[in-house]
């Protein structure tokens, strides 16, 4: 990866900053972070106004990518968030380190939320449906090709896939089942790690990360198959350290991690009568290169797949829908709305991200279905 230099206040990450484009606020930008960040003390601003507004960010990584200096929005958050703790964290360390006993909990008590609360409480019964969602009637039949013969493999289902749609989970081990894929001895990971290093967390995620790699090597290192974008940005992003500096192990690593959909796009397909007439393909912001989710949804849709809008944050943003709630709903509502601009009711949105899932179908109207793409395939 290209070193950083300096913010040069050019203002390309103005033209893909989510946050920018929904509000127009010049003091959200990746460009103020920056600035901001570079002075010895910004100026009219205590240093923890200053935190808090720097910390203002989805985390997406559209600024990165479109910066000529490499500067990285998401670097700078985490680190400032690193350093200035608050209840927002606690609060977000805890969903994610006991998603077993308190994601079910506060399933159960949103149900006596009205919505008309104000953010985040408002929304929660929706967001709390959302996580818990049963799939519709799938679409799609898919046999997967028999690709493999012997190869040890496990599933990397994520918090998500573990603790809200285990039926997402089941899909995914019969998909392995099918293309040959022997398991390896059943075993627990933790949480990706992303969340928690976005969120400034970071001695949780190096904990998580040492977690999972001991796991890992303890079941013989095989191969780990994905379905979920974000955990597989979060996987990818382990560094040589997290090895103990082991450069084979290492490399070992990052060839074994394996998106579900880069396996599935060439089984056979049967559709069922029941596929909608317009399908939307949601690009989650951290979708790898090649995207296959896309690559296969193209497939199942054939010509009911509406033209792709690339350029869409769903505006989960981690942590700072507990920060800036109603920041994550406008670009959660925007992002919805330009989606499903040209379609009709009935038509179904699908992706490749858990928290886009739960982000998207919590904002969109009820026309709408929101899933992943696991949830139309037979
Ligand atoms: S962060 Fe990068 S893209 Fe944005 S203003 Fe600075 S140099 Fe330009
Ligand atoms: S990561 Fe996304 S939301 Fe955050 S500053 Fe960069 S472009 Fe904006």
């Not at 949804?297 to 809008?309: G, M, S």
Request: glycine share 8%; with cysteine; aromatic share 8%.
């Amino acid at each position: 990866m290209a070193t950083p230099k300096a913010c040069v206040q050019c203002g390309k990450c103005l033209d893909v900053c989510p946050l920018f484009k929904v509000t127009g606020r010049e003091e959200l930008t990746p460009r103020a972070k920056f600035f901001l960040d570079g002075l010895d003390s910004p100026d009219g601003l205590s240093e923890k106004d200053f935190k808090s507004l720097a910390g203002l960010c989805l985390g997406c990584g559209r600024c990165e990518e479109n910066c000529p200096q490499n500067m990285s929005g998401p670097k700078l958050v985490s680190a400032l968030r690193s350093k200035s703790k608050d209840f927002k964290q606690t609060c977000w360390d805890l969903w994610l380190s006991h998603p077993g006993f308190i994601w079910p909990l506060a399933a159960a008590l949103s149900k006596f939320s009205p919505e008309s609360l104000p953010e985040p409480i408002g929304s929660s019964k929706k967001r709390m449906k959302s996580l818990f969602a049963k799939s519709p009637d799938s679409w799609a039949k898919l046999t997967p090709d028999l690709k493999f013969e012997d190869r040890k493999a496990l599933l990397f289902k994520g918090c998500v896939g573990n603790y809200a749609r285990e039926d997402w989970a089941i899909k995914a081990e019969r998909f392995m089942d099918g293309l040959g894929l022997v398991r390896a001895p059943e075993c627990d990971f933790a949480c990706c790690g992303s969340s928690y290093g976005s969120a400034g967390l970071l001695d949780r995620q190096a904990k998580a990360h040492k977690f999972n790699v001991d796991t890992w090597k303890a079941v013989d290192c095989p191969l780990l198959i994905i379905f979920c974008t974000t955990c597989l940005k979060g996987l990818k992003e382990y560094s040589l350290d997290d090895f103990g500096g082991d450069e084979d192990l290492f490399d070992k690593w990052q060839s074994s991690l394996m998106p579900l959909s880069s396996l599935l796009v060439d089984g056979d397909i049967t559709i069922l009568e029941n596929r909608p007439n317009q399908v939307i393909y949601h690009k989650p912001c951290h979708a790898p290169v090649p995207d296959y989710d896309l690559q296969l949804i193209e497939k199942i849709t054939e010509d009911r797949l509406l033209p792709v809008q690339k350029d869409l944050c769903c505006g989960f943003g981690g942590v700072m829908q507990l920060g800036a709630p109603d920041l994550s709903k406008q670009v959660g509502e925007s992002c919805a709305e330009t989606l499903t601009k040209n379609a009709h009711a009935g038509a179904q949105i699908l992706t490749g991200c858990s928290a886009c899932v739960i982000q998207l179908a919590t904002h969109t109207k009820n026309d709408f279905f929101t899933g992943h793409w696991l949830d139309i395939l037979e």
